[in-house]
T-cell receptor, first 113, second 113 residues
Framework: NAGVTQTPKFQVLKTGQSMTLQCAQD?????MYWYRQDPGMGLRLIYY???????DKGEVPNGYNVSRLNKREFSLRLESAAPSQTSVYFC????????????FGPGTRLTVL | GESVGLHLPTLSVQEGDNSIINCAYS??????FIWYKQESGKGPQFIID?????DKRQGQRVTVLLNKTVKHLSLQIAATQPGDSAVYFC????????????FGKGTTLSVSS
C-alpha cells in the first residue's frame, strides 16, 4: 500500500499562474484534508472533505479551491498563485470510523515568484 | 490566537537521556490529542494519541500525559536516540463534524551522540 501520495513533490510558479496539487489514498479512508505549513509554524487547515461528495473550508481557505473527485482523490487548486502561497502543502486522510488519527502524505513544496 | 502551543521551540538532549516535550492547549472542550513527529522533508508521522477521558497512555518508548486541570499535554521519550531527532507537534481536535486538527508550532528535538 502506498498510503497517501502527493504530486508533484516540487513546483515553482510565477505570480498569477494556476496549478492543481493532487492527492490520492489507497486506505479506503472517508475523510481527506489539505494543510499548509509555513516556516516555524504548525500546519494550518485549508479545506477538508469529511466524506465523498462534501467539502468544507478550514482556517485559511482564501485563494484555494478543492475537488473531492472520488473517495480516493482530493485535489487542491490555486487559480491565481500569489507569493503568500509559497509553502509546503500536505494532504492527510482519516478513516472516519472509530478513530480520529490523520495520516499524512509526503508534501508538495510550492514556490511562487 | 493559537489554541495549541508548545512551551519550548527547541530541546537538546544526549543519546540515552529521557526527553520531555510539553504542550499547552486552551480549549477545554477538546477531547482528542495527537503527537506527530516530522523529519526534515517529510510529512508528519503519527506517534501516539490520547482521549480526554484518559490521563496517561504508553506506546513503545513513548508516553503521553494529559493534565486537563491545567490543560497541559506532554510527550515523554525514553532512552532518546539520534533517530528521534525531528520536530514534534501536538495537535487537538476542535471540530467534531470535520475532526479538523489544530496544530501547535512544534518543538525541534536534537539528540547528540
Amino acid at each position: 500500500n502506498a498510503g497517501v501520495t502527493q504530486t508533484p513533490k516540487f513546483q515553482v510558479l510565477k505570480t498569477g499562474q494556476s496549478m492543481t496539487l493532487q492527492c490520492a489514498q489507497d486506505m479506503n479512508h472517508n475523510s481527506m484534508y489539505w494543510y499548509r505549513q509555513d516556516p516555524g509554524m504548525g500546519l494550518r487547515l485549508i479545506y477538508y472533505s469529511a466524506s465523498e461528495g462534501t467539502t468544507d473550508k478550514g482556517e485559511v481557505p482564501n485563494g484555494y479551491n478543492v475537488s473531492r473527485l472520488n473517495k480516493r482523490e482530493f485535489s487542491l487548486r490555486l487559480e491565481s498563485a500569489a507569493p503568500s502561497q509559497t509553502s509546503v502543502y500536505f494532504c492527510a486522510t482519516r478513516a472516519g470510523w472509530g478513530t480520529d488519527t490523520q495520516y499524512f502524505g509526503p508534501g508538495t513544496r510550492l514556490t511562487v515568484l | 490566537g493559537e489554541s495549541v502551543g508548545l512551551h519550548l521551540p527547541t530541546l537538546s538532549v544526549q543519546e540515552g537521556d529521557n526527553s520531555i516535550i510539553n504542550c499547552a492547549y486552551s480549549n477545554s472542550a477538546s477531547d482528542y490529542f495527537i503527537w506527530y513527529k516530522q523529519e526534515s522533508g517529510k510529512g508528519p508521522q503519527f506517534i501516539i494519541d490520547i482521549r480526554s477521558n484518559m490521563d496517561k497512555r504508553q506506546g513503545q518508548r513513548v508516553t503521553v500525559l494529559l493534565n486537563k486541570t491545567v490543560k497541559h499535554l506532554s510527550l515523554q521519550i525514553a532512552a532518546t536516540q539520534p533517530g528521534d531527532s525531528a520536530v514534534y507537534f501536538c495537535a487537538e481536535i476542535q471540530n467534531q463534524a470535520g475532526t479538523a486538527l489544530i496544530f501547535g508550532k512544534g518543538t525541534t528535538l536534537s539528540v547528540s551522540s
